[in-house]
Nanobody, 119 residues
Framework: QVQLVESGGGLVQPGGSLRLSCVAS????????MGWYRQVPGIEREPVAVITPGNLTSVAVFAKGRFTISRDDAKNTVYLQMNSLKPEDTAIYYC?????????????WGQGTQVTVSS
């Protein structure tokens, strides 16, 4: 069974930085697209950034110039470097990874890590 485990969230002051990590385990194949999403209570989960196996990236407008997504396929890990954090970045951040399975392409999600930006 594929599992995704995020880490790196926490409390940071406005203007600060955090680096989120997400490790995927339990699959015999390498992950396809990997990404980060975030959710605030009462609001639909939104994409933050996605990275393909070829390291092509797509970053949400609100994250451009501040957040960077990267991956280490040897470790089945995806990262999100977040700089110049703002209070409105406060949310639960989830990672997602797509894997080829016997039932076709399937996405898996982590349990989420809380990011709080506050002075």
């Amino acid at each position: 069974q594929v599992q995704l485990v995020e880490s790196g969230g926490g409390l940071v002051q406005p203007g600060g930085s955090l680096r989120l990590s997400c490790v995927a385990s339990g699959s015999v194949s390498s992950p396809k697209d990997m990404g980060w999403y975030r959710q605030v209570p009462g609001i639909e989960r939104e994409p933050v950034a996605v990275i393909t196996p070829g390291n092509l990236t797509s970053v949400a407008v609100f994250a451009k110039g501040r957040f960077t997504i990267s991956r280490d396929d040897a470790k089945n890990t995806v990262y999100l470097q977040m700089n110049s954090l703002k209070p409105e970045d406060t949310a639960i951040y989830y990672c997602r990874a797509d894997f080829d399975t016997t039932d076709g392409l399937r996405d898996y999600w982590g349990q989420g890590t809380q990011v709080t930006v506050s002075s």
